[in-house]
T-cell receptor
Framework: EAGVTQSPTHLIKTRGQQATLRCSPI?????VYWYQQALGLGLQFLLW???????NRGNFPPRFSGRQFPNYSSELNVNALELEDSALYLC???????????FGPGTRLLVL | GEDVEQSLFLSVREGDSSVINCTYT??????LYWYKQEPGAGLQLLTY?????DMKQDQRLTVLLNKKDKHLSLRIADTQTGDSAIYFC????????????FGKGTKLSVIP
């Protein structure tokens, strides 16, 4: 069974640009979570989608947004990129709310 | 509040046991998790424990939970060089909050 997949693996952008990151959950999983792992800041929760709806968001500005598609895959969009957005962005999926989360390999975003 | 704390570094000799400790503050946490992150990779689920359990054993891994002291530990028996990684303790707090709250991670170095 395939695990959580993310694309691209690496992304290089310049300040002010927009970045789009993609995540495909494990088959049968309906919840998708996004986390940011920035150097020195640890793992921080960004967004949670379940059944196509945004259920919760972490303490991030509105330029971090996303959506979940009918096939439960998800996109994370980051607008007006800033240098401090450089980080590893991890996607996780779970069978439902409060179920165990399984992580993808991440997308490493570098903002120059 | 929601806060998970771990010591940052642990160094052990190959073949010895490793014990990684974690404290959390949310007494309503339902599940507590241990994830492993190797360099440049995503998070790999190692094991988890439900809050009404005291101990869980899975091959070389033993998880102990002291709910009174809000203390969680992960013991790795017969530690190998392949166990060198960062280990994250994480909780799902209660009250309808389903995202993971992580500690900052403990970097385990195994000396051959």
């Amino acid at each position: 069974e395939a695990g959580v997949t993310q694309s691209p693996t690496h992304l290089i952008k310049t300040r002010g640009q927009q970045a789009t990151l993609r995540c495909s959950p494990i088959s049968g999983h309906t919840s998708v979570y996004w986390y940011q792992q920035a150097l020195g800041l640890g793992l921080q929760f960004l967004l949670w989608y379940d059944e196509g709806e945004e259920r919760n968001r972490g303490n991030f500005p509105p330029r971090f947004s996303g959506r979940q598609f009918p096939n439960y895959s998800s996109e994370l969009n980051v607008n007006a990129l800033e240098l401090e957005d450089s980080a590893l962005y991890l996607c996780a999926s779970s069978f439902g709310q409060a179920e165990t989360q399984y992580f993808g390999p991440g997308t490493r975003l570098l903002v120059l | 509040g929601e806060d998970v704390e771990q010591s940052l570094f642990l160094s052990v000799r190959e073949g010895d046991s490793s014990v990684i400790n974690c404290t959390y503050t949310d007494s309503s946490s339902t599940y507590l998790y241990w994830y492993k992150q190797e360099p440049g990779a995503g998070l790999q689920l190692l094991t988890y424990i439900f809050s009404n359990m005291d101990m869980k054993q899975d091959q070389r891994l033993t998880v102990l939970l002291n709910k009174k002291d809000k203390h969680l530990s992960l013991r790795i028996a017969d530690t190998q060089t392949g166990d060198s990684a960062i280990y994250f303790c994480a909780e799902i707090p209660g009250a309808g909050s389903y995202q993971l709250t992580f500690g900052k991670g403990t970097k385990l170095s195994v000396i051959p």
